[in-house]
């Protein structure tokens, strides 16, 4: 059985930083290629940043140069560096392994003073 869990969300001022984690069970990281989406009420859901198996990353426009994803094969843990938040970066972030139908349960992740 596969799972996905999430941590490190919270609330955090505008120009703070967070750092999710994405740890994995019954699937291998290494193996496969995935990323972070996020959802705000009202919102479709959009991309965030994805990683490769072979670690090339992509990042939706509003998060290039502020977010980092990054991958710890020995652990099966995803990361995500996020710097220089902005209130529109509220949202319930997931992790996701891209083409297959494995979600974890999301993080919250509040920008405000």
């Known amino acids: 059985q596969v799972q996905l869990v999430e941590s490190g969300g919270g609330l955090v001022q505008p120009g703070g930083s967070l750092r999710l984690s994405c740890t994995a069970s019954?699937?291998?990281?290494?193996?496969?290629?995935i990323g972070w989406y996020r959802q705000a009420p009202g919102t479709q859901r959009e991309l965030v940043a994805s990683?490769?198996?072979?670690?090339?990353?992509h990042y939706g426009d509003s998060m290039k140069g502020r977010f980092t994803v990054s991958r710890d094969n020995a652990k099966n843990t995803m990361f995500l560096q996020m710097n220089t938040l902005k209130p529109e970066d509220t949202a319930v972030y997931y992790c996701?392994?891209?083409?297959?139908?494995?979600w974890g349960q999301g993080t919250q992740v509040t920008v405000s003073s």
């Open positions: 996701h392994v891209l083409l297959t139908e494995y």
């Open positions: 019954g699937i291998l990281f290494a193996n496969n290629f």
């Open positions: 990683i490769t198996s072979s670690g090339t990353t």
